[in-house]
């Protein structure tokens, strides 16, 4: 059973406590969304994590950033790039793989927003 999908049930009361979104987290994932919706305004090409990551001036070795992007991936806020019926995915020099590409969604820019515009 989940703690919402931060935790389990069955974790220990300290990992439950630092697996709840904080402010921290809320303020990196609105960082990296601004990143892809400056993007999406550009050139509309999308991001993947990494660029995304480097855009924001994050360190890449840093994985709870890129956590955050598979966070705003779930919350439906980013989504893959689709061109053609396929996933776009760009190679990484860094990594000689290819990552997946993402855009801001709908929801992303409302939430993005919202966020801005919170006291």
Same mark, same amino acid.
């Given at each position: 059973m989940t703690v919402g999908?931060? &935790?389990? *049930? !069955? %974790? $220990?009361? *300290?990992?439950?406590?630092?697996?709840? $979104?904080? @402010? &921290? =987290? /809320?303020a +990196? /994932?609105?960082?990296l969304l601004s990143y892809y919706a400056m993007e999406a305004i550009s050139t509309g090409a999308g991001l993947? %994590? @990494?660029? &995304?990551?480097? @855009?924001?001036?994050?360190?890449? &070795? %840093? %994985?709870?950033?890129? =956590?955050?992007?598979?966070d705003l991936r779930r919350e439906g806020l980013i989504a893959q790039v689709i061109k053609d019926g396929v996933g776009v995915r760009r190679f990484s020099? =860094?990594?000689?793989k290819y990552r997946m590409v993402c *855009? +801001? *969604? !709908?929801?992303? +820019? @409302?939430a993005l927003q919202k966020r801005k515009t919170a006291p």
């Open positions: 999908y931060w &935790a389990r *049930t !069955v %974790d $220990p009361e *300290t990992s439950i406590a630092a697996a709840t $979104p904080t @402010e &921290a =987290r /809320k +990196i /994932k609105t960082n993947t %994590d @990494e660029e &995304a990551m480097n @855009e924001a001036g994050y360190d890449l &070795a %840093d %994985d709870g950033h890129r =956590r955050r992007c598979s020099e =860094r990594t000689g *855009t +801001i *969604t !709908v929801a992303g +820019i @409302e």
